[in-house]
């Protein structure tokens, strides 16, 4: 809900800073005091339209933030609208597009009035309501139509990518039936047979010059070498002082022996043999033609060989695998109609039932010919069934004898639009946290007030719910009032807000009910006023039906 309003330089506000709580509060004041500036401010928040003619006269930019809270967490919204340029938005001090600022807006604040900022005026939303209306069987319907829905895009496109058309599959199967025959027939071994190959290929090359310098290594080794070692061993033997030393001097004696024999086998293994050398380059040469077609490294190769193998297989089981996903396609088709369906016999039962309640609050908030009615339109093209089914609903008002039902976007008039929504906002509980009401008592009065009142107050046990209101028989109902007031300082008109309290609060509907300063009898018939409303709200919220 909303805890705290600012706004600055907005209109003929220079500074207003209003705390609210929860229930229903009404803003009253008189006309031109600025009342509808707290409304507009909300709308901004809300990610209204921000008019440059809104900025108080000789200030740079209007400035309205606004305390939310949502759940467990505080949000704070912000919107600046400069004089001259574009205006910014704010959520938590972070810069927001409009558009961001209107998605979280829309979360906590709802306007009803003469505002565009209406969520119940959306068809999306319109529907919405009428499934909530319809309770569990609606929801779980939605819930088997979306199911039905994703199975329908997951077997079109695993089809779509099954292959394009018959000659198409047919060059496809062609050219990969090629590349895995292609390396199927190299037989590599492992990703890492060329390197083997090229160590083999460097020794092959050059095998006598290899050999020649294999022999002059044991000539030395067999010869000067061990003879030097041997030497050094003869001439520390039995000096007990050196003994680690001639240790030492016996262990490189040992492996100078070892290496001259491994120098020695390895000449001998080293054979001449162009055919086997020319076997290799061959191979080598396979391979590489192969990496340059389908990999940088022999293991690329073998799996981009596994991968085209199990494409091949799904396009040569083409037919089969199409035919199981045309099945099971039809089949979430069929279900998605069946469930739209069903879906639209739910609502088109609940739907008069929903008109007829609000229909009837309408008659207790002074539109007593008013008609309410919905609209169900439904497609007869599989194809055009969407998540929330094959159904266009659309909320119709006909608020006079003798008058047409119309779309409730295009209501005669603020007043009835306003109180249209109270009424559905009371059938139907589910809302943001904070509704605002702006003339819903137009052209009203009498018990009709009261009936408003009494609606806006029940409201205001489950929401948030603000009201500017020129009646006192609604402003009586509130659990908290404030009240808008301008005043001359240096020659400008200023407006400020003010919560008021036991006394102010009964002379402000005093004012209200016999005008400026009121007299002896109104401030009691007030009181009287406030008393009776205050134990009919608790009544309404108890839900007693007390009248």
């Given at each position: 809900?909303?805890?705290?309003?600012?706004?600055?330089?907005?209109?003929?506000?220079?500074?207003?800073?209003?705390?609210?709580?929860?229930?229903?509060?009404?803003?009253?004041?008189?006309?031109?005091?600025?009342?509808?500036?707290?409304?507009?401010?909300?709308?901004?928040?809300?990610?209204?339209?921000a008019?440059?003619?809104?900025?108080?006269?000789?200030?740079?930019?209007?400035?309205?933030?606004?305390?939310?809270?949502?759940?467990?967490?505080?949000?704070?919204?912000?919107?600046v609208?400069?004089a001259?340029?574009?205006?910014?938005?704010?959520?938590?001090g972070?810069?927001?597009?409009?558009s961001?600022?209107?998605?979280?807006?829309?979360?906590?604040?709802?306007l009803?009035?003469?505002?565009?900022?209406?969520?119940?005026?959306?068809?999306?939303?319109?529907?919405?309501?009428?499934?909530?209306?319809?309770?569990?069987?609606?929801?779980?319907?939605l819930?088997?139509?979306?199911?039905?829905?994703?199975?329908?895009?997951?077997?079109?496109?695993?089809?779509?990518?099954?292959?394009?058309?018959?000659?198409?599959?047919?060059r496809?199967?062609?050219l990969?039936?090629?590349?895995?025959?292609?390396?199927?027939?190299?037989?590599?071994?492992?990703?890492?047979?060329d390197n083997?190959?090229?160590?083999?290929?460097?020794?092959?090359?050059?095998?006598?010059?290899?050999?020649?310098?294999?022999?002059?290594?044991?000539?030395?080794?067999?010869?000067?070498?061990?003879?030097?070692?041997?030497?050094?061993?003869?001439?520390l033997?039995?000096?007990?002082?050196f003994?680690?030393?001639?240790?030492?001097?016996?262990?490189?004696?040992?492996?100078?022996?070892?290496?001259?024999?491994?120098?020695?086998?390895?000449?001998?293994?080293?054979?001449?043999?162009?055919?086997?050398?020319?076997?290799?380059?061959?191979?080598?040469?396979?391979l590489g033609?192969?990496?340059?077609?389908?990999?940088?490294?022999?293991?690329?190769?073998?799996?981009?060989?596994?991968?085209?193998?199990?494409?091949l297989?799904?396009?040569?089981?083409?037919?089969?695998?199409?035919?199981?996903?045309?099945?099971?396609?039809?089949?979430?088709?069929?279900?998605?109609?069946?469930?739209a369906?069903?879906?639209?016999?739910?609502?088109?039962?609940?739907?008069?039932?929903?008109?007829?309640?609000?229909?009837?609050?309408?008659?207790?908030?002074?539109?007593?010919?008013?008609?309410?009615?919905?609209?169900?339109?439904?497609t007869?093209?599989?194809?055009?069934?969407?998540?929330?089914?094959?159904?266009?609903?659309?909320?119709?008002?006909?608020?006079?004898?003798?008058?047409?039902?119309?779309?409730?976007?295009?209501?005669?008039?603020?007043?009835?639009?306003?109180?249209?929504?109270?009424?559905?906002?009371?059938?139907?509980?589910?809302?943001?946290?904070?509704?605002?009401?702006?003339?819903?008592?137009?052209?009203?009065?009498?018990?009709?007030?009261?009936?408003?009142?009494?609606?806006?107050?029940?409201?205001?046990?489950?929401?948030?719910?603000?009201?500017?209101?020129?009646?006192?028989?609604?402003?009586?109902?509130a659990?908290?009032?404030?009240l808008?007031?301008?005043?001359?300082?240096?020659?400008?008109?200023?407006?400020?807000?003010?919560?008021?309290?036991?006394?102010?609060?009964?002379n402000?509907?005093?004012?209200?009910?016999a005008?400026?300063?009121?007299?002896?009898?109104?401030?009691?018939?007030?009181?009287?006023l406030?008393?009776?409303?205050?134990?009919?709200?608790?009544?309404?919220?108890?839900?007693t039906?007390?009248?």
């Amino acid at each position: 809900m909303l805890l705290e309003l600012r706004v600055e330089n907005l209109g003929i506000i220079a500074e207003l800073n209003v705390t609210l709580g929860a229930g229903l509060t009404v803003i009253t004041g008189e006309t031109g005091a600025g009342k509808t500036l707290i409304v507009d401010a909300l709308d901004l928040l809300g990610g209204g339209r921000a008019d440059p003619q809104l900025v108080r006269e000789g200030t740079a930019e209007a400035r309205v933030e606004g305390r939310f809270e949502d759940g467990d967490d505080e949000v704070v919204l912000a919107r600046v609208i400069p004089a001259v340029g574009r205006s910014r938005g704010y959520v938590n001090g972070r810069l927001a597009t409009v558009s961001e600022l209107a998605e979280c807006g829309r979360r906590l604040v709802d306007l009803h009035g003469q505002h565009a900022h209406q969520s119940l005026l959306a068809p999306a939303e319109q529907r919405a309501l009428l499934d909530r209306f319809v309770g569990e069987k609606a929801q779980s319907a939605l819930t088997a139509l979306r199911a039905a829905r994703d199975e329908s895009r997951r077997t079109r496109d695993e089809l779509g990518a099954l292959g394009g058309d018959e000659r198409a599959r047919a060059r496809e199967v062609d050219l990969l039936r090629y590349q895995v025959e292609e390396i199927g027939a190299a037989g590599i071994v492992d990703g890492g047979e060329d390197n083997r190959l090229l160590q083999e290929a460097e020794l092959l090359a050059d095998a006598e010059a290899h050999r020649e310098a294999l022999s002059a290594a044991y000539e030395q080794l067999e010869g000067a070498g061990e003879d030097a070692l041997g030497a050094a061993v003869a001439a520390l033997d039995g000096r007990a002082p050196f003994v680690a030393l001639s240790d030492r001097l016996r262990v490189l004696q040992s492996e100078l022996q070892e290496a001259a024999h491994d120098v020695r086998t390895t000449e001998e293994s080293i054979v001449a043999d162009p055919q086997r050398l020319q076997e290799v380059q061959t191979r080598r040469a396979l391979l590489g033609e192969l990496k340059r077609k389908y990999g940088p490294t022999l293991a690329d190769v073998v799996d981009y060989a596994h991968e085209t193998g199990a494409r091949l297989v799904e396009l040569e089981q083409h037919d089969s695998r199409a035919a199981a996903l045309e099945t099971a396609r039809h089949e979430a088709q069929s279900e998605m109609a069946r469930v739209a369906k069903t879906l639209s016999k739910l609502r088109r039962g609940a739907g008069p039932r929903l008109a007829g309640a609000v229909t009837e609050h309408l008659r207790e908030l002074a539109l007593p010919a008013a008609r309410f009615s919905i609209d169900i339109e439904s497609t007869v093209d599989p194809e055009a069934i969407g998540d929330d089914g094959a159904d266009d609903v659309t909320f119709l008002l006909a608020p006079n004898p003798g008058e047409p039902a119309r779309p409730l976007a295009k209501a005669a008039s603020g007043g009835e639009l306003s109180r249209a929504m109270l009424a559905l906002r009371v059938v139907l509980s589910e809302a943001p946290p904070t509704l605002v009401f702006d003339e819903v008592d137009a052209g009203i009065g009498g018990e009709a007030g009261a009936a408003v009142g009494r609606a806006l107050a029940t409201l205001g046990g489950h929401h948030q719910v603000l009201c500017v209101t020129h009646l006192p028989q609604v402003a009586a109902f509130a659990d908290a009032h404030v009240l808008v007031a301008k005043d001359e300082v240096k020659g400008r008109t200023i407006a400020g807000a003010s919560l008021l309290l036991d006394d102010a609060r009964v002379n402000e509907i005093s004012r209200m009910l016999a005008g400026i300063g009121g007299s002896a009898h109104a401030r009691r018939h007030a009181r009287e006023l406030v008393e009776k409303s205050g134990e009919l709200r608790v009544a309404a919220r108890a839900g007693t039906g007390a009248a």
